[in-house]
Structure formats: structure tokens, C-alpha cells
């Protein structure tokens, strides 16, 4: 299942990152190479590195030292190359307070950069599919719940069909049937031929999908035991 | 042809959303509107003037209350990217950091022109003065517009990444709006006829800062907003 990305590089490739958030040192020199179309669950505790590895990929956060290429591209150099076709789903919405539903999901959608015409569509089809009701698509989103807004958030990333989602504790927030919700898009992404690097300390529901299982603490990578939480098959 | 139709899409794309943002909450029209407007009041009563008085000073008055509020409209602009996570959903968009402060100061543009059309509003009404060379007072209106849009766009970005934008702000722009303070303010005593200048040499001054904010803005925005 776990093959190469098109043109035969990793989708995620790190050696020896090493990223500060301040002068602490977030990640203390992290190796992990992520193949095409694998689930990998980063597990950890409070502070082991998890979340700025996952911004670390998306871009979002620079590294001190050792190369970082996600995509086929080097971060560092070929940012604005990459972060088009990866999703970060991180704690916050990225969704504007004064916007509804509708009109932050489309406009996430349009700065994607795909056509009015799509944008429409795909809106319609992504927040369907996050189960947000018709009633909710008009109101502004600091009216929503944080579950809400949470599914809200997720459609806006929906729409842009990233071929590498990273998710930062994706079931915060969320109900039963969001989290449902939350399970079933991830089985389609995979199913479809996207990456995902997931954190989540709920590691019963992440193990359906029998991910690889990555270790952090303290920074670095401390194991790397492959398809192992819960037996679950791969969707 | 199609890369520059895209990009001003984008630019498009992003002031049209920061207009809806601020259709909805009425930020502008109900609280920076009448902070100029109460601004203009108060500097009549300060001075305790005549019509005559007032309207020698009317046009410092006007763009000292226009600068004021266009603080509060910078501030404003720059904040809505800092809500929940809204920069990064930007950053990882793949918008171009150009378009972006393009359509940041449209936006602000706009809001700033409604401020000043309102403020003028005042000025005839509240200080007696005659406009007696609206070309003037368009083009040096529009110009002048532009250079605080584009400089406020720029230096709400610069003190939002220092993170102490609240403060910081006024301290930071206030001293570049000055040379846009001194040749609009002239440029209106010509099209208002309170003191014999030459307002469009001083227009000609508003155009080379409106240049040079909009360039510097759409090229260093992309480091302030990353870094």
C-alpha cells in the first residue's frame, strides 16, 4: 500500500530537524521518512514535539538545522509549492468570526486558487459532508459551537483535496458523530491516495486505520514500531 | 496575461472579504466614523473658533482626524488575521503575499474613502468651508487615500508580527504618514481656498508616497507576514 510519491521521493522526508520555538528546542533532531498513501499516528506526551513536527511539515514553522522536504520540495526554499496541496488542521479554526459558514468555507476554497463555479460546488459537497445543517450555513461562525466550528473547519480544508493532511488532534472538540465524521474522511483520504500524519492521544480510534505508529519525546523520534496499536486493518 | 488576472483575483478575492467582514460587523460605520467625526467636533470646541478660524485650519483638522481613525481602521485590518488561526490558513493557502497586501489595502482604501467623504460632509456643515477646486480635492483625496492604506496595510503586518500591534501601531506609522499629513493637508488648503499654494505640486508629492507604499508594501509583506 505504501508505495512512492510521483516522482519516486518520499511524501514527508526529515533528517535531523531540529526546531526551536524560542530557544527551547521543540524538536532536538527528528529522522522519519513517510511514504505515499501511509497513515502514521505521532503519539507523545504534553510537549514531546508532536504539534511543531506537524507545523514543521506544513511549513509553517522553519528549521534551525537538517533538510526537510515534504512533497518533493525542500521547506525551507519551496514553501509556497508545497502548502497548496497539504492540510494542517491545528487546534485553532482559521475561520473568521464575523463570516458564515459558508462564506469562510468558500472563500478558503477560492484562495486555493480553484474557480467560482468549483468553489460552489465543492463547498456545497464538503460542508454535506462535515453533517453541517442547512440552518447553520448562514450564520456567523462566532455563533457555532466549538464542535461546530470544528466541522466548520474541517470542510475548508475538505475542498482543497490535499494529497498530505496533517492532523493535530482532529476528534478535540467533537461529538460522536463528529468524530464519526472525522473517521470516515480520513478513511477517504487514504482511500483516495492521501498521506495522513495524525496526532492523537485517542489511539482506539486511530488504530481502525491501522496506522504506522511513531513515537516522539523529548523532541526526537524515540520508536518507530510500524502497524501495531489495536490490530486494526487499513481502510 | 493570465498570471496577472490571477493575482489581481487574488488581491480581488481578499478585499472583497475584508469589506464582507466588515459589512457585517460594522466596525467602520459605527465606531471609526464617529470617532472622526466627534474628533473634528472637538477640535472646534478646543479652539473655541469662528467659522473663519475653523476654516483656515480645516484641512490640518481634517487629516489629523482622518489619521486618527485610520489607526483604528489599520488596526482593525490587521487584527481579523490574527483571529484563531487565520494566518496560518493563509500562509498554507498558497495566496501570494502581494495579493494579499493588495487586497488588504483596498479594503482599507475603501473604508478610508467613506471616512474621508463623511468628514468632508463635516467640514462643510460643521466648519462652513467651500470647495473651490473639486478636481483638486478629488485627486489629492484619492492619493492621499492610497498612501495610508498601503502604508497602514504595511505597518499593521510589521506590528502584528511584533506582536505588540496595539501600542505599537501609532508610534510606528504616525511619523511615515507625516510627509502624507503635510502635502494633503496643503493640497486641501489649495481645493478648500484658505491659503494660496500650489496643491498639485503637493499632490505630485502624494503620488510618489502612494508609489512607494504600495511597491514596498507588495514586496516586503510576504517576509513580515512568514517571519
Known amino acids: ?235 | 496575461m493570465s498570471e496577472v488576472r490571477r493575482f489581481l483575483g487574488d488581491a480581488g478575492l481578499v478585499a472583497a472579504r475584508d469589506l464582507r467582514i466588515e459589512f457585517r460587523s460594522r466596525v467602520v460605520v459605527g465606531q471609526v466614523v464617529p470617532f472622526a467625526l466627534l474628533v473634528l467636533v472637538l477640535f472646534g470646541f478646543a479652539l473655541d473658533a469662528d467659522h473663519r478660524t475653523l476654516r483656515m485650519f480645516a484641512s490640518g483638522l481634517f487629516w489629523v482626524a482622518v489619521l486618527l481613525s485610520a489607526l483604528l481602521a489599520v488596526h482593525r485590518s490587521a487584527a481579523l488575521e490574527l483571529s484563531d488561526g487565520t494566518l496560518d490558513a493563509l500562509r498554507m493557502s498558497g495566496l501570494p503575499p502581494a495579493a494579499l497586501f493588495l487586497g488588504k489595502a483596498t479594503a482599507v482604501f475603501v473604508q478610508l474613502m467613506l471616512l474621508e467623504v463623511v468628514l468632508l460632509g463635516g467640514l462643510l456643515v460643521l466648519y462652513g468651508v467651500q470647495v473651490v477646486d473639486p478636481m483638486l480635492l478629488l485627486v489629492s483625496g484619492l492619493l492621499a487615500g492610497v498612501a495610508v492604506a498601503a502604508a497602514g496595510t504595511l505597518y499593521g503586518a510589521l506590528a502584528s508580527g511584533l506582536g505588540v500591534r496595539e501600542t505599537l501601531l501609532p508610534i510606528l506609522l504616525l511619523p511615515v504618514l507625516a510627509p502624507v499629513l503635510i502635502g494633503a493637508t496643503r493640497a486641501f488648503d489649495d481645493a478648500l481656498g484658505s491659503v494660496a499654494v500650489d496643491g498639485w505640486a503637493w499632490t505630485g508629492l502624494l503620488a510618489v508616497a502612494a508609489l512607494i507604499a504600495t511597491v514596498v508594501g507588495a514586496l516586503v509583506h510576504g517576509v513580515l507576514i512568514e517571519d
Open chain 1, 1 to 235: 500500500m505504501a508505495g512512492r510519491y510521483r516522482d519516486g521521493v518520499p511524501v514527508v522526508e526529515l533528517r535531523g530537524a531540529v526546531a526551536l520555538l524560542g530557544n527551547f528546542p521543540a524538536l532536538a533532531g527528528v529522522d522519519l521518512t513517510v511514504e505515499s498513501g501511509e497513515v502514521v499516528l505521532l503519539r507523545g506526551p504534553n510537549g514531546a514535539g508532536k504539534t511543531t513536527l506537524l507545523r514543521l511539515c506544513a511549513g509553517l514553522v522553519r528549521p534551525e538545522s537538517g533538510s526537510v522536504e515534504v512533497l518533493g520540495h525542500d521547506l525551507v526554499r519551496e514553501r509556497r509549492s508545497v502548502r497548496r496541496r497539504v492540510a494542517l488542521l491545528g487546534h485553532a479554526t482559521g475561520l473568521y468570526d464575523d463570516l458564515t459558514v459558508n462564506q469562510n468555507v468558500r472563500f478558503w476554497t477560492r484562495a486555493a486558487g480553484l474557480s467560482a463555479v468549483e468553489a460552489i460546488e465543492r463547498t456545497a459537497s464538503a460542508l454535506l459532508r462535515m453533517g453541517l445543517s442547512e440552518r447553520l450555513l448562514g450564520q456567523p461562525v462566532h455563533t457555532l459551537s466549538a464542535g461546530q466550528r470544528r466541522r466548520a473547519s474541517l470542510a475548508a480544508l475538505v475542498v482543497r483535496r490535499p494529497g498530505l493532511w496533517l492532523l493535530d488532534e482532529p476528534h478535540a472538540s467533537l461529538d460522536q458523530s463528529g468524530r464519526d465524521v472525522v473517521d470516515g474522511l480520513v478513511g477517504d483520504a487514504v482511500a483516495a491516495g492521501a498521506t495522513v500524519l495524525v496526532s492523537s492521544h485517542e489511539l482506539e480510534r486511530v488504530a481502525g486505520l491501522g496506522p504506522r505508529v511513531v513515537t516522539i519525546s523529548g523532541g526526537v523520534v524515540v520508536d518507530d514500531t510500524g502497524p501495531a496499536v489495536g490490530g486494526g486493518s487499513r481502510v
